[in-house]
């Protein structure tokens, strides 16, 4: 029984790091050279998403005249309570989107739009009619912009608009209403372009998405950019081959757009329906080795004329996202533990609501697990020690059969006689691993849980811990952890024979070395239920009585002397 338990929790910890081995999401490949992505000719749109035309650098002598524009390119500024945003007058699009509140690398606040692409790749709320002339002069355009910055206080702020016209009746117009809602990292965009009196559609391009483009902690834990989106009840991920194969993907969609690993820009279709267009994209790392690259997926979604947009820039928070639309949780991949993880999420953060750490919370959570699996560990032990009392007549049994083959009708009478002393001593063989076996989705759980909850990346506990969602840098808590768990397996009650209990003793090296590279939140977890699991032996073997033995000479050895005639 113990040698199967062993096994078990040694698969199941195969699969789980085999899943993050191997089906995790991995970087995006970009196409053939030479065969870009093209769009299904039965989904027309204005223009690819990817790219638009490199903006001319001056007005050419035959180009209309500005007559409502800028004087210069320059930077506006716009500052919520969450975010700092910058727009540029050329073009009037997005070159900044910074997050107050989470830190990259270089400690200074992330910055989701990536820096220092190439000039023909769009910028968020780039526009793209389909018309490459148009798109040419409207991103070489110098917008007049409704403020010389902007400071949104709440969500009842004046938005900030941007206008163009020119001689030749071409107009533009731009509008960004920021906390959309009342929530932060949340817009309304609104846009329009005339032409001779008529307003054609067009895309809002998106550019390449989301942040960094590559992983800059040294994580195991990291996603690449993916295509997402969801129609409220699924939630659907693309990969570089998906989206080759199918640029364009359009219907009643709840949101889409493009997601990492702890973060999501998105347009929300309250109620209309969506069309977005992806292309995958590799770019060089700013300042890397040559075949350093980063992961981008460049996109773009259908828009009207003075239709608003609603779009959401920002962190993955579980009850932000919830808050603003309650599909939008999908974006958070927590795996098939989902039912489990969300609620562990929930209770974790309660804690965190009185403890003010995210590590002391992950203890006192743990804690508060292990007391509500205490009973159950309690009649676990003591069934192990009932299991230690029987074993004479178990071996006894044993030896009585042994020379049957396990084919022969004769051996299987060995277990109808087993289970039946089992019953006569009031023993569940099945219940000394259950509660270890109850542990694996708990445990599980806490591993998706600490991999994707933004609520836990760069959290510090204590000292050198400086990242829950990162392994231990010294590896000291993988190692308490191994020595609590070879500390537990030595006290623990056993039935095994010698080279059972041998295997047995090196679970703990197994499980030490699997550890070493797990986020530290995981290991601390672990570490403390080890701690609790042998303050409760050590209880349960001071106090609980020890079970009465059985008779002096086992009934399975005297039906053996019996039938052997020396009694």
């Not at 008529?198 to 040294?218: D, V, W």
């Amino acid at each position: 029984m113990e040698r199967r338990v062993f096994l078990a929790i040694l698969l199941s910890f195969a699969v789980l790091f085999g899943y993050q081995a191997f089906f995790a999401p991995q970087p995006i490949e970009p196409p053939p050279r030479g065969a870009p992505a093209q769009m299904p000719q039965s989904a027309p749109a204005p223009a690819p998403a990817a790219t638009v035309p490199e903006p001319e650098p001056a007005p050419g002598p035959d180009a209309p005249q500005p007559l409502v524009a800028d004087t210069e390119a320059r930077d506006i500024v716009v500052d919520t309570e969450t975010v700092r945003a910058v727009f540029n007058t050329r073009g009037a699009v997005l070159t900044s989107w910074k997050l107050k509140a989470y830190l990259g690398a270089d400690g200074q606040p992330l910055d989701l739009v990536p820096a220092e692409l190439p000039a023909s790749e769009a910028r968020p709320f780039s526009i793209i009619t389909g018309d490459a002339a148009v798109d040419r002069r409207l991103a070489a355009a110098l917008f007049k912009p409704s403020a010389e910055s902007l400071t949104v206080a709440g969500p009842d702020a004046a938005p900030l608009e941007f206008e163009y016209r020119d001689a030749s009746g071409l107009v533009a117009r731009k509008q960004f209403l920021f906390n959309a809602g009342g929530y932060p990292y949340a817009m309304q965009v609104s846009a329009a372009i005339e032409r001779d009196g008529a307003k054609p559609p067009f895309q809002f391009a998106f550019g390449p998405s989301l942040g960094t483009g590559y992983n800059t902690g040294g994580s195991n834990y990291y996603y690449p950019p993916a295509a997402i989106y969801s129609d409220g009840s699924d939630v659907e991920r693309l990969d570089a081959g998906d989206i080759t194969a199918q640029p364009r993907y359009q219907g009643a969609f709840r949101w889409a757009g493009v997601s990492d690993h702890y973060f999501l820009v998105a347009v929300l279709g309250q109620g209309q329906p969506i069309a977005v267009t992806f292309t995958p994209l590799m770019s060089p790392v700013p300042g890397g080795a040559p075949d350093a690259m980063r992961t981008f997926v460049s996109w773009s979604a259908d828009a009207a004329p003075d239709v608003p947009v609603n779009v959401f820039y920002g962190p993955k928070d579980f009850d932000l996202l919830k808050a603003v639309d309650g599909s939008l949780v999908r974006a958070i991949d927590f795996g098939i533990f989902a039912w489990l993880i969300v609620p562990l999420l929930t209770a974790l953060k309660w804690v965190h609501g009185y403890v003010g750490n995210w590590g002391w919370s992950i203890i006192v959570l743990t804690l508060l697990i292990n007391a509500a699996m205490a009973p159950l560990r309690h009649k676990s032990l003591v069934s192990m020690r009932k299991m230690q009392k029987l074993q004479p007549e178990i071996k006894a049994l044993q030896k009585r059969y042994e020379k049957y083959k396990m084919t022969d009708p004769e051996r299987q009478k060995m277990n109808t006689e087993m289970m039946a002393l089992y019953r006569e001593r009031g023993v569940n063989p099945a219940s000394g691993c259950l509660p270890m076996l109850l542990t694996m989705p708990v445990l599980f759980a806490f591993y998706s849980m600490l991999s994707v909850a933004i609520e836990l990346r760069g959290a510090p506990w204590i000292g050198w811990i400086v990242d829950l969602s990162d392994h231990d840098p010294l590896y000291i808590t993988p190692l308490l952890m191994g020595g609590t768990m070879f500390w537990q397996q030595y006290i623990t009650p056993t039935t095994a024979d010698p080279v059972q209990q041998k295997m047995m003793l090196l679970m703990p090296a197994v499980f030490m070395v699997m550890f070493l590279w797990a986020p530290s939140g995981l290991v601390l977890y672990w570490l403390f239920s080890n701690l609790w699991a042998i303050g409760q032996q050590m209880v349960t073997n001071r106090f609980v009585e020890p079970v009465p033995a059985g008779p002096s000479q086992p009934p399975a050895v005297r039906r053996v002397k019996r039938k052997g005639g020396k009694q």
